[in-house]
């Protein structure tokens, strides 16, 4: 009775009960990664997709398990045979799901080892899908160079250079500006308990000279430290030239050598210049030597974005 009447309730039992191909798989090709058994965990990732096709949906609620649990094998994968093992059930999967990035994106991987020709169409829809993503084109720069092929090389490095749109999102959550890509940042003022105060700017311009973005914030502010989100992908240098803080006693400008810089992901190169590493986003803390942020109203942050090359090859300069 009470799935009749409860809508929530129906959704709850729904969603268990969805759930439960990935549980069992997961607990089934387990003991397979730990022995590095690539034959028996396809076995098991291919028994979870038969399941989903079964669902009759090509937007099965059952897909984000078998992405979860390819995920975990694709990550303990390392030697060719590895991926030779893996490569009929990708095929499988990426048939029955040609619109989704990763499998794309894992089978064009498995391909790279034994065929490299064969993963360009696959990175070529994956680089469609999400073109600012990194990881297709490095992929195919591999590839290119594993054919003997250098200039296709080049074109792909180059193209990876211009990419600006698309982006990733957290398979099972939102971050802050509900993925992750080429454009956001946004300026936290830590709230304790109470709720952050943090001023978004969607206007981030990679390469060429640096830029001044500007944060206002809704009321007079005091603060130990300040927390400068990145919604930017992996591989971006970011260049710190100064700061300059408003507030009731006038305009006060900081260079690097008057803040202690302390990311939660990613490293710093000097006093002056980060690199990102998580396509989940990268925060960085700013601090004062000396004093606290005290009674500001609006930060200006003069910043240079700067994407990195991915190879060495001579001609796959970065922007």
């Not at 991926?83 to 999967?93: I, N």
Request: hydrophobic share 45%.
């Amino acid at each position: 009775m009470a799935m009749v009447i409860s809508p929530s309730v129906r959704f709850s039992v729904f969603r268990s009960v969805s759930e439960l191909p990935t549980i069992a798989t997961f607990f089934t090709i387990r003991k397979y990664i730990k022995a590095h058994d690539f034959v028996n965990s396809a076995v098991g990732l291919d028994r979870q997709l038969w399941v989903m096709t079964k669902s009759g949906t090509s937007r099965s609620s059952l897909l984000r398990g078998l992405i979860r649990n390819t995920e975990m094998v694709i990550a303990s994968a390392e030697l060719t045979r590895d991926f030779a093992a893996l490569q009929p059930f990708l095929k499988r999967f990426v048939a029955h799901q040609p619109n989704v990035f990763l499998p794309r994106l894992w089978l064009a991987k498995s391909l790279v080892y034994t065929d490299p020709k064969a993963a360009f169409p696959h990175l070529e829809k994956a680089a469609h899908i999400v073109p600012a993503d990194d990881r297709a084109y490095r992929l195919a720069v591999r590839a290119a160079l594993a054919m003997g092929n250098p200039s296709l090389a080049r074109k792909w490095c180059l193209r990876y250079s211009s990419a600006k749109f698309g982006g990733t999102r957290p398979l099972l959550y939102r971050n802050v500006f509900a993925g992750t890509g080429l454009r956001k940042i946004a300026l936290e003022v830590p709230g304790g308990k109470g709720v952050p105060l943090r001023v978004p700017n969607e206007g981030v311009v990679i390469g060429g000279e640096a830029q001044i973005y500007d944060f206002d914030f809704i009321k007079r502010v005091t603060a130990a430290s300040l927390r400068l989100h990145l919604g930017l992908m992996p591989g971006i240098k970011v260049t710190f030239e100064g700061m300059t803080i408003y507030g009731p006693s006038g305009m006060i400008k900081l260079g690097p050598d008057d803040l202690v810089v302390v990311p939660d992901k990613g490293f710093v190169f000097d006093n002056r210049t980060f690199i990102t590493t998580s396509h989940d986003g990268d925060v960085i803390s700013l601090s004062r030597h000396k004093d606290k942020f005290n009674n500001i109203d609006r930060v200006d942050l003069r910043l240079s974005f700067t994407r990195l090359r991915l190879t060495s090859l001579p001609g796959c300069i970065g922007t």
